[in-house]
């Protein structure tokens, strides 16, 4: 009953979606992908000698409010590339949307690039990537990313990764956080690594990882970030011949 027959893509600027000689013994469903949002209705019949068929479709409103968007939790994984001597992080953001707002009205096309959110980067780091979405769903600049794909009402994660070779004795980075964020953790393989973070407190403990039996992770938990605030994280390779703390 489920068993897709045939697909037809249509795509169009002015919202007019026409699909012609449509056999009639079998169920139909529509997507329809808008502002990087999937919509989609139930799957629906044309009965004997019906030739039109109308159908409803629920489209949440993609206008954001920066009020009802709010950062749950972030997420810095820190990882040691001993050939490069360099750090490898992997940022996660988890975001809400907790209006509940649908869009009833006409198509509007006036406004062609939204700016959702935005997040702070580390200045000077290399390779900046997203693993899950193309960055041209991003405005980028030197000091933050901006999102720009619409958020329906729920949850999303934003994630991004990139690099920083680090100098012989230490390396320190520095940001000024652009949301507020419940909570941050850090996780650093700290038998190849030690971090020092300035500039807010948090707490300390060791992390065991079971793929990674290995290595001795180490997570850093700060709570209640507010926008404005800085944080200054301090790499330090341990040296060559005297590599225990």
Do not use: C, W
């Amino acid at each position: 009953a489920d068993k897709v027959l045939d697909t037809k893509k249509i795509t169009t600027e002015k919202g007019k979606f026409v699909f012609k000689n449509l056999i009639g013994n079998i169920a139909y469903r529509i997507k329809i992908f808008y502002d990087g949002i999937e919509y989609s209705t139930d799957k629906f019949y044309f009965l004997p000698k019906e030739n039109n068929k109308n159908i409803d479709l629920t489209v949440y409103d993609s206008v954001q409010d920066p009020n009802v968007i709010s950062v749950d939790s972030s997420h810095l994984i820190i990882s040691y590339e001993e050939d490069t001597s360099s750090v490898t992080v992997a940022e996660i953001f988890n975001i809400k949307n907790s209006s509940k707002n649908i869009f009833v009205g006409t198509n509007n096309l006036n406004e062609k690039v939204r700016k959702i959110n935005s997040y702070a980067l580390f200045p000077g780091i290399d390779n900046l990537g997203f693993p899950h979405r193309t960055s041209d769903t991003y405005i980028i600049s030197d000091e933050k990313v901006i999102d720009t794909l619409p958020m329906p009402p729920g949850n999303r994660r934003v994630v991004f990764t990139y690099s920083k070779e680090l100098n012989f004795f230490s390396t320190k980075i520095s940001k000024v956080f652009m949301n507020n964020i419940s909570s941050l953790t850090i996780i650093v393989p700290e038998n190849k690594l030690s971090l020092a973070i300035k500039g807010l407190e948090y707490t300390k403990k060791e992390a065991g990882i079971e793929e990674l039996a290995g290595e001795r992770y180490t997570t850093y938990s700060l709570k209640n970030i507010t926008k404005g605030q800085e944080i200054v994280l301090i790499f330090k390779k341990y040296d060559f011949f005297l590599n225990t703390k």
